[in-house]
């Protein structure tokens, strides 16, 4: 849902921030714009604009380590901040000063928000837009700027040379599996109901489920369901019985993080070059980690060649291999953990970019011969007022899921009584002016509504919301916002689901 652009000078901080709700970070930030949801990547081609137009770029930088840098000077041409202030409905004052501000500063650094973004039309470009506002002011791989984490040498456990068959959607969204020579390795979810259902590409009959609840997480909850409930044969393997688990044949007691060692991974997500094994502290009856199950099951199938490690501790082994560590060594002899290696900057001087250019490819043909613009543009929302007027008449609103709220993570922690406390029931942000415009007052019922169905919920009424935007987090059993949601692909490179720029429409109960 949003990003934020931190610039610092001797002064001190400077703050903006992106997102259409006035957010606590929002209420400290120097400047605060409030776009639509789904037009992100235009407000980053119109700061770009001003940037490129008023010559506030590094020109040293982009001279000898970017690509393709005058094809988007020409580009951006079409993203003048008075077009860009009517698409995203920020005022093109605004998008100069905050171009300005971040372009003038050094160090300056952009946080973007985990995955929201991704989950619109434009998804992808937003995120190139974003990288590109990085390069050409010269803040990659500096102190207090965008900074290339660093992690040790590591063997991914997915043994795909054994495998035959690609995961579902592949075929449509071959980034979403594997970019480079980087693996990620995963299927494409939003085609397990049509597997399921309709057998396309490939009928699935029986599923495992593990360290995630579809039914609150997931978009469109109805179609989930009915392609759950059609499976020969499911398990869910659980800390709780959530509304996921109950519909499986089986439910098997997951091992909280107190009761498994992890191999580690604290490089991966914290960006921090030091390592540290953690270890289980409890053991309780019959918990099993993930991949004890996996390893046991495929045994007993006849798969052992896929899952060819005799414990956990050789599984993370062959994991940790390239980087000389190992469970042993981790567990006896460094406890406390250890430094990997020291923090360095500008590595790219030595190293270069893992590009074929070796510089970072501002214009990319990489993506221009997969049959993606090669530079950032602007799309509309699947739905949105403008690409679906005769939609927008009947619901007029754009709705914005999966804001995060710090109590809770998806549909977790509701059981804990001190998160419930602060936060006891779901709620629908709308701005006082869409609220006057409907009769409705804090505190209310409304029932939100899109084509996909209803759900009904209090509404908290402020000044924080952008007028004819509402919001509403996920991971409520009381209020389910995943009814409202589509798990059609939208992001036109990965195919994520447009979870945060719907339409929808709103009245009092």
Aim: charge should be negative; charged fraction near 30%.
């Amino acid at each position: 849902m949003d990003w934020r652009l931190t610039a610092k000078n001797l002064k001190g901080k400077k703050i903006i921030v992106i997102d259409p709700r006035k957010t606590p970070i929002a209420e400290k930030a120097d400047i605060h714009m409030k776009p639509r949801p789904g037009t992100d990547c235009a407000l980053g081609l119109g700061m770009l604009n001003t940037i490129i137009s008023k010559g506030l770029y590094d020109s040293e930088f982009v001279e000898n380590w970017t690509v393709g840098f005058d094809k988007l000077k020409e580009h951006v041409k079409d993203y003048p901040p008075e077009k860009v202030e009517k698409i995203t409905r920020v005022p093109k004052e605004k998008i100069i000063k905050a171009a300005e501000v971040f372009a003038k500063t050094k160090p300056a650094c952009i946080h973007q928000s985990w995955g929201t973004l991704d989950q619109t039309t434009a998804g992808f470009h937003t995120s190139r837009a974003i990288a590109i506002l990085q390069s050409i002011t010269g803040n990659y791989d500096i102190p207090g700027g965008h900074i290339k984490h660093i992690e040790p040498p590591y063997r991914a456990p997915r043994l795909t040379e054994k495998l035959e068959d690609l995961p579902i959607g592949i075929d449509k969204y071959p980034l979403h599996y594997k970019v480079g020579e980087r693996l990620f390795g995963e299927g494409h979810g939003m085609f397990l109901p049509d597997a399921i259902l309709k057998g396309d590409p490939y009928p699935i009959k029986a599923a495992v489920i593990t360290a995630t609840n579809p039914l609150r997480t997931w978009p469109n909850t109805k179609r989930f369901e009915e392609a759950l409930r059609k499976l020969d044969f499911l398990v869910v393997m659980d800390l709780f019985m959530t509304d996921t688990a109950k519909l499986a044949d089986i439910v098997l007691p997951a091992a909280s993080f107190l009761e498994r060692d992890e191999w580690p991974h604290f490089p991966f997500v914290l960006g921090v070059p030091y390592i540290m094994l953690r270890q289980k502290v409890i053991e309780f009856e019959e918990c099993w980690p993930d991949i004890n199950f996996w390893m046991e099951l495929a045994k007993r199938m006849g798969y052992e060649e896929y899952f060819p490690w005799k414990d956990v501790d050789e599984y993370m082994d062959y994991v940790m291999e390239p980087s000389g560590l190992t469970v042993k060594y981790l567990r006896e002899e460094a406890p406390q953990g250890l430094s990997w290696t020291p923090v360095k900057y500008k590595r790219y001087e030595t190293e270069g970019f893992p590009t074929p250019s070796k510089k970072i490819e501002i214009y990319s043909e990489t993506l221009e011969k997969m049959g993606h613009e090669p530079l950032p543009v602007h799309m509309e929302p699947l739905e949105s007022p403008v690409s679906t007027p005769e939609l927008a008449k009947d619901y007029p609103l754009v709705l914005t899921t999966g804001s995060r709220l710090l109590q809770f993570l998806h549909s977790e922690h509701r059981n804990v009584a001190k998160l419930r406390k602060m936060v006891p029931e779901p709620l629908a942000d709308i701005n006082t002016q869409s609220a006057s415009q409907y009769g409705i007052k804090d505190g209310d019922r409304i029932a939100v509504e899109t084509k996909r169905g209803r759900i009904e919920l209090k509404v908290k009424v402020s000044e924080d919301m952008l007028p004819d935007v509402v919001n509403i987090s996920h991971g409520w059993d009381e209020a389910n916002v995943n009814i409202l949601t589509d798990e059609t692909p939208a992001n036109t490179v990965g195919g994520q689901p447009a979870l945060t720029s719907l339409l929808c429409r709103i009245s009092k109960i």
